[in-house]
Every structure is written in C-alpha cells, then in structure tokens.
C-alpha cells in the first residue's frame, strides 16, 4: 500500500499570511494526488487534482505542486474561510489512502 | 445537479451487520465510479472500497472479507454491507462520485454511525 505522509499535523496562522501543506508518498504516484478541505461537521471538498490542477469554482490562491514522491498545497493570502482541515491523497492505485490530515488554525 | 445521499441506521450493535445506501443524482452508475470512505470521530480519512461503472467491485484489504459492496443501476443506488461490526467501526460514512483518475469530486454528506455494546 502506498504511505502518504503529511506535514505539519496542525499550523496556526493569521488572515492574510502565505501556508504551504507538505505531503510524501512512500512511492512515485505520478502526480495522481489530491487536496481536500474539509470543515468541522462537513464532508471533505476537492480543491486540487492531479497535483496541481484547481478543481471548478476554487479560489486561485489555493495551488498545488510536485511530482514523484513530493507533493504541496499552498494557500496565498489566507481568508476566514480557509480555517480548517486538510488532506492530500493517493489517487494512483487502492487502496486510495489519504494522508493524517493539517488542521489549520488562526492565530 | 450532481447529487449523492447517505441513509442507513445512526446505531448499530456489536458484531451486527451495517447497512448503508448512497442515492445519487445528476449522473449515472454505469458512467461513474462511486466509492466509499469512512472517517472515525477527531480522527481520519479512510478509503473502504469502490463500486466501478461496469460493475466491479474493489475493497481495502484492512476490511477483508468484512466489507461488501452493490448496486442497483434502475435506482441509481449504491450499497454498503459490513459485518462483524466492532466499536472502532463508529465512524461518519461518506460514499463520494470519482472524477479523474482516482480523485473525488462530490460527497454525499455521510451518516454518522456508533457501534453500540
């Protein structure tokens, strides 16, 4: 099974402030990764797809990057909206695991 | 619009059988993927398994032989079937549509499920 290794577990920042969200795989999956955001009490959102591709109706300072094993989610300017949880995921081969999750904070 | 939906029970007792259904609008099972993920209370994502558009099936092997999966194409309903159900089961299920290649695009709003001794 792939591994998905995701950093930081949480990270505390302010309205306005520039994140990036770091996710490893154990083997290349060749750009076959997701990112969701998901909200307390709501179901995951797809916000990037094939690593760096934004999915429809996602704002444009939410990007993807990386290839191989090493994957990032960077989110410029951040907005209240923006406060909550994250996850990248394998979507090259099953099982589709998902990373441990970033939950992000305002400081 | 693209819709999906999670019915089943909100308690289940220990070592019961769990029954899920995911009705789905706007698009058709024989053209799309669905798929099933769980997500324990404060914790986790986890990938349970797929019903394909021709109707094959893929499950996580951390569920063995536990887990099954169906559909109905006239209803535009997919199933999930677990049995031997533990508390670390207790979870919110969620089914969610496959977009491109293995990524998820809509969500149904999940059930929440607590596994009851």
């Known amino acids: 099974d792939i591994q998905m290794t995701q950093s930081p577990a949480s990270l505390s920042a302010s309205l306005g402030e520039t994140v990036t969200i770091e996710c490893l795989a154990s083997e290349d999956i060749y750009d076959i990764l997701a990112w969701y955001q998901q909200k307390p009490g709501k179901s995951p959102q797809l916000l990037i797809y094939d690593a760096s591709s934004l999915h429809t109706g996602v704002p444009s300072r939410f990007s993807g990057s990386g290839s191989g094993t090493q994957y990032s989610l960077k989110i410029n300017s951040l907005q209240p909206e923006d406060f909550a949880s994250y996850y990248c995921?394998?979507?090259?081969?099953?099982?589709?695991?998902f990373g441990s999750g970033t939950k992000l904070e305002i400081k | 619009q693209v819709q999906l939906k999670e019915t089943g029970p909100d308690l289940v007792q220990l070592t019961q059988t769990l029954s899920i259904t995911c009705t789905v609008s706007?698009?058709?099972?024989?053209?799309?993927?669905v798929h099933w993920v769980r997500q324990p209370p404060g914790k986790g994502l986890e990938w349970m398994g797929a019903?394909?558009?021709?109707?094959?099936?893929d499950y996580n092997s951390a569920f063995k032989s536990r887990l099954s999966i169906s559909r109905d194409t006239s209803k535009s309903q997919v199933f999930l079937k677990m049995n031997s159900l533990q508390t670390d089961d207790t979870a919110k299920y969620f089914c969610?549509?496959?977009?491109?290649?293995?990524?998820?695009?809509?969500w149904g709003q999940g059930v929440m499920v607590t596994v009851s001794s």
């Open positions: 995921q394998n979507g090259l081969s099953a099982p589709l695991t």
């Open positions: 969610a549509r496959q977009g491109t290649e293995g990524t998820f695009d809509y």
């Open positions: 706007g698009f058709s099972l024989t053209t799309y993927n």
């Open positions: 019903m394909w558009n021709g109707g094959g099936t």
